[in-house]
């Protein structure tokens, strides 16, 4: 967190040498991937999360396994490579997806996290417009899930961010400041917007 990639990366290497559980070393792996992807580095932030990402579908862990590909999909996106986010992105949509089982709950966050991405790539992509309907349909489901905190938060971070391609910078703000402020990402917008 203070910067020190290359320090920080000998050590994250020790633990997942040394890692007594596959938990253990997919987290220090994790953070191994995101240490590239805060220095820029999307393709080996990829490689790092694809390790992670083949273990998790090893223990069948599919869950996992999706979200290991959208957080890929999220550093290319972040990083301007439009191309390989979308991809990634609709790996991780298309890799798990709630059994008709689970509850309604669980499907529907499954499609707020496609309109999310969905919206996300639009706005980078300057298409305001579909961003905006994209967030709109967000908004729909969330209600029907009963606007839960958590979700909340991810509406938020998708309210500033198409403010923010929209170049509505002080709208970004408010709804950004209003998100997971724990999120670097979410903090690093919160600064461009400023």
């Not at 991809?87 to 890799?95: I, S, T, V």
């Not at 709630?98 to 991405?117: K, N, S, V």
């Not at 967000?138 to 971070?157: A, V």
């Amino acid at each position: 967190l203070k910067g020190q990639y290359p320090e920080a990366r000998k050590h994250l290497q020790v633990a997942i040498d040394t890692a007594a559980t596959t938990t253990v070393r997919n987290q220090a792996t994790a953070d191994m991937a995101l240490s590239f992807a805060f220095e820029g580095k999307p393709a080996e932030a990829q490689r790092y999360f694809e390790i992670v990402r083949r273990q998790q579908q090893v223990d069948g862990d599919m869950a996992a396994a999706g979200a290991s590909a959208r957080a890929i999909g999220r550093i290319y996106l972040e990083s301007g490579d439009h191309a390989n986010g979308r991809k990634w992105y609709e790996l991780g949509y298309r890799e798990w997806r709630p059994l008709p089982t689970q509850p309604e709950a669980e499907q529907l966050l499954w499609e707020l996290r496609w309109r999310h991405f969905q919206a996300r790539v639009a706005a980078r992509e300057g298409k305001i417009d579909d961003a905006r309907r994209l967030l709109g349909e967000f908004e729909s489901i969330m209600q029907k899930r009963g606007k839960r905190t958590e979700d909340n938060e991810l509406y938020r971070w998708l309210a500033g961010y198409v403010a923010f391609y929209a170049k509505e910078y002080d709208t970004a703000i408010s709804q950004l400041t209003q998100g997971n402020l724990a999120d670097p990402f979410i903090l690093n917008l919160i600064g461009k917007a400023y």
